[in-house]
């Protein structure tokens, strides 16, 4: 895998991103409205005459706040299942994929939607919700990758040593899948956070004046033509998300 320069970039980005902005992105200014890229506003302003790279930043720390929750909820979990079910084998490695196919057979959209219905859509419920789908998923996949470990020789010899199975889990089994389920993580926080701007380009906002990216897409629609780059920006933001998960998680 390469190393996660990528990430940890997009990490700190997201982090002054949610601490600092050098405008109040809420702050309307009617009489500064579509003024265009300057020293002062570096992607200028909407028709509210309000700071577009302030507000993209806002965005981007709400949009970073999803993709923690997809990554702690979906990936710990679905990569303990999958890796507990396969070495437990039985009844338990029966019940545990079972269970976790719930998560499969309804749509990521339906889960969040649903979320987002009963709560509200912020980062957090937005990403709690993208989490628990993509646990099944991230089972399958743990599992068949946990299988293949558990037939090498190594394991043979771990076992006829005594070692418990949770031992073998967390001393040989992680160890050798984290690699490829890190390169599938990546994929899952990308579809996450383009799902997270499609909730919240069709209006499931809690509050839809918070500047989520798919916000500001749905928001700006209306000046495609007359003031594109409106649209531009926050879309090339959240392409440019996309991107560095998946380059940075590419094993290859």
Known sequence: MKPPYGIVLLTILICLSGLWQPFDPDAIDVFHKFTP????????????????FSRIMVGGWRTGIVLLCVALVGFINGSLLGSLAAILGGWAEEAILRATQIFITI???????????????????????LGLAAIGQQTLMAHGLTKRVLAQPFITAAYSLGISPIAILFRHVLPNTFPTLFTYLGNQMGSAAVAYA?????????DPSKPDWGGMLFEYRMFIFDHPSLMIWPGVALSLVVLTLHNTFDPE
């Open 37 to 52: 890229s300057n020293s002062e506003h570096l992607l200028g302003t909407d028709h509210l005459g309000r700071d577009l």
């Open 107 to 129: 749509p990521t959209l339906i889960i969040a939607l649903s979320a987002a219905a009963v709560f509200g859509l912020s980062p957090v419920t937005g990403g709690l919700a």
């Open 198 to 206: 499609s909730l919240a380009f069709i209006g499931l906002g809690a």
